[in-house]
């Protein structure tokens, strides 16, 4: 049977997370700690480094913004702004961008900032999406990667040194205790606990025949670049309480569109709005580790006491683990159809990355159709 942390609804199968004898899990933990936090003090320590990296002459930009037009990057251009930085917005594309996630990208430039938009070669991301899933088990790599890479890259060639990243995922989600306490974010960070699941890039050329010129953009700058611009990351999240749902209501405020409903596996209707793989990458977190998006969104609420947690347990069992038939209306066919993966085929990846310790699955049929909850089997499918 699966511990759960008995505050939250958290698994003890996330992987790092480390639930305690009281059985709390770290993040639980983590948010705790919050309340003993002097956020006056930490607001000074975000105005002084905003300072000292701000471009003195006005000819360049304070700092670089990483933005994928969601809740959280609209709510931290609003912030930058009204602390009055110049900042440089930088959005590594997604995989399959939404129209819904356009609109809201549309609407961060619109808040009056400019903006960079990097696409990668479609033709080898395609390729990489489905190597990707076929190994790692997870279509959404390249993402992972390209979000970290790219806006160091940019903050490299503009000789802008201040990245201010949105909230600490491992404060947030439990990480472990060093890095949940990192208020920046670094290579290490990046090949440890930033999803890349072994694989590397530079695995992709020698294992997938993909040419190294075709994966600049995977590839994070070298040190000698990031010392010579002094290259340094923040995350607002240490700085500011952070609260995914608070920072959906600011950015509706200022123009940022939420879905029509909760998004298909998830209980709000303001996250991951911006590529149609998601639906498919969050399949593949439950078929590994048991939970999934509706969890991670249930802990947040929970910690802060907006929901019940037997309503997030009911909210987990009814959200997390369906087949993604769809993701923001689109079926998931369709969703394969570019990286020429078949539904097929599909369903064979879901049986070779279902963790058998957690499932019982019908050999030769669709995987996952019973799942072990606190003693209760539940049918997902
Ligand atoms: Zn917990």
Partial sequence: MIRYCTRCVMP????????DEDGVCRACRNFDQRAGIDWDARRTELDQLLDKYRSKEGTNYDCIVPVSGGKDSTFQVIKLLEMGASPLCVTATTDDLAPIGRTNIE???NLGVDYIEFSMNPVVRRRVNRLALDQVGDISWPEHVAIFTIPVRVAVKYEVPLIVWGENA?????????AAQDKVLTRRWLEEFGGLLGLRTTDLSSQADIEPKH????TYPTDEE????GVTGIYLGHFLPWDGMENARIAQEYGFIPYGEPVEG?????????NFQTGIHDYFKFLKYGFARATDQACLQIRRGRMAREEGQRLVRERDGRFPWSYLGKPLEEILAPIEVSL???TRICDRFTNKKLFLTDVGKRPCLRWLVEGMLIHKY
């Fill in 12 to 19: 003890e199968t996330k992987p790092d997370l480390f639930i």
């Fill in 107 to 109: 609407n961060i430039k």
């Fill in 170 to 178: 491992q404060n947030e989600y439990g990480g472990p205790a060093t």
């Fill in 215 to 218: 994966l600049i953009a995977y």
């Fill in 226 to 229: 990031l010392s010579r611009v």
């Fill in 266 to 274: 998830s209980i709000e209707n303001y996250e991951n709005l911006d």
């Fill in 344 to 346: 097929d085929e599909f």
